[in-house]
C-alpha cells in the first residue's frame, strides 16, 4: 500500500534536510595540506571572482569601394541586378558625393578626413603624406583592420605600381601615408585581395575592412556586369561568414561620379534590412565621420565639419 501523500512529503523533505547537512559538512571540512596539516578553509565569500564584466567585442564594418559612375548610372541600371537588389532591400545614402577629382584624392578623403594638396593622379613615390589616418586610430586602441587590393601582388607592396594585372595604387590610399608605410606591423595589414576569402570562411577577419578590386572589378575600366557579378560573388563569401553574422555592416561605394556628382552608396547589414533611404547631405568625410563614430573614435580633419554629413544611421541603425 502506498503512503499517504503527507507522509510522502515529509520523508522527501527529510531526505532533503539530510542531503543538505550532509553537504554543508563535506564543504566545511578541512582539506589536507602536502605536509598533512589540516589547510584552512576560505571563509564564504572568498571565491575567486571573473575580475568584472567582459569588454564587448568592437564593431565590424567593411568599406568596398567601386569606381566612376554616377548614382543614375547605377541605381534602376539592369546590367547591375544584384547591387540594386542590395540597394532596395537594405539601406542606401541618396544624396552621397564625393570630395574631388580625379580619384586619388577621394581615396585620402575617406580615410583621413582630408585630401591633401588635392594630388592629380600619382604614385607614393611622387608624395606621401604624413596623416593621421583612420586606421592609425584603429591600432592605437588596439582594433584589428586589413584592407585588401585585388591584383596587389604582396603584402605591403612599396613598389607603388599601375599592375600587375589591374591593381592601381591610386585605389590603395594606405600607402600613401607615412605613418603606415614606415610601420612593419601596419604596412604588413595591406594585403592582396586573395586572402579576403580565406580570413572570412576562418572566422579570421578583422574588426574593420576595406577593398578595393582591380579595374576591370571595380567598374573603372570594366562593365557594370562585370562589377555587379563580381560583388555577387564577393557577398556570397561575406553573408556565410561569422564575421557578418556578429552585426557586420558592409557599405558599398563609389570614388566619384561622372555624369553627376552623387554616387550610389548601399549600407547592407541585417540592422538596414528594409530600412528608410537617409536622404541627409553626405560626402566621404561624412562616411569617415560614421565609421570613427562607430568605433568610438576622434573625428579626423573635415569629418568633424557637420556640413560633411554623418553615415552613422546607417552603420548603426
Not at 579570421?204 to 575600366?221: G, K, L, Q, R, W
Request: aromatic share 8%; with cysteine.
Amino acid at each position: 500500500m502506498s503512503l499517504p501523500a503527507a507522509a510522502r512529503l515529509q520523508r522527501s523533505l527529510i531526505a532533503g534536510v539530510l542531503t543538505i547537512s550532509g553537504l554543508a559538512t563535506a564543504c566545511s571540512t578541512p582539506s589536507t595540506a602536502a605536509d598533512g596539516s589540516m589547510a584552512p578553509t576560505p571563509p564564504v565569500g572568498a571565491l575567486p571572482t571573473s575580475g568584472g564584466p567582459a569588454v564587448p567585442a568592437p564593431p565590424n564594418v567593411m568599406v568596398i569601394v567601386e569606381e566612376n559612375h554616377s548614382q543614375d548610372d547605377i541605381i534602376g541600371n539592369p546590367a547591375l541586378p544584384f547591387l540594386n537588389d542590395l540597394a532596395r532591400t537594405y539601406g542606401q545614402a541618396t544624396n552621397y558625393v564625393g570630395v574631388s577629382h580625379p580619384s586619388e584624392p577621394n581615396y585620402l578623403a575617406m580615410v583621413s578626413g582630408s585630401i591633401w594638396n588635392n594630388p592629380p593622379e600619382r604614385t607614393p613615390q611622387e608624395g606621401t603624406y604624413s596623416g593621421p589616418t583612420v586606421v592609425d586610430q584603429l591600432a592605437e586602441h588596439g582594433i584589428g583592420w586589413k584592407a585588401y587590393l585585388e591584383d596587389m601582388p604582396q603584402p605591403c607592396d612599396l613598389t607603388d605600381s599601375y599592375g600587375p594585372g589591374g591593381y592601381d595604387v591610386n585605389h590603395n590610399p594606405f600607402l600613401y601615408f607615412t605613418k603606415v608605410r614606415s610601420s612593419t606591423a601596419q604596412c604588413g595589414r595591406v594585403v592582396p585581395f586573395t586572402q579576403f576569402a580565406s580570413d572570412l570562411n576562418a572566422g579570421t577577419a578583422p574588426s574593420f575592412i576595406f577593398v578595393a578590386p582591380n579595374t576591370t572589378n571595380d567598374m573603372h575600366d570594366g562593365t557594370p556586369q562585370q562589377g555587379d557579378a563580381w560583388l555577387s560573388t564577393q557577398f556570397r563569401t561575406i553573408f556565410a561568414s561569422s564575421w557578418y553574422r556578429q552585426g557586420g555592416t558592409v557599405v558599398v561605394t563609389f570614388d566619384e561620379g561622372e555624369t553627376a556628382e552623387r554616387v550610389a552608396t548601399v549600407v547592407v547589414s541585417e540592422r538596414d534590412r528594409g530600412v528608410a533611404p537617409l536622404t541627409t547631405p553626405i560626402n566621404h568625410y561624412g562616411l569617415l565621420r560614421g565609421i570613427e563614430e562607430t568605433y568610438g573614435l576622434a573625428l579626423l580633419g573635415s569629418a568633424a565639419d557637420p556640413a560633411s554629413g554623418d553615415l552613422k544611421p546607417l552603420l548603426t541603425s
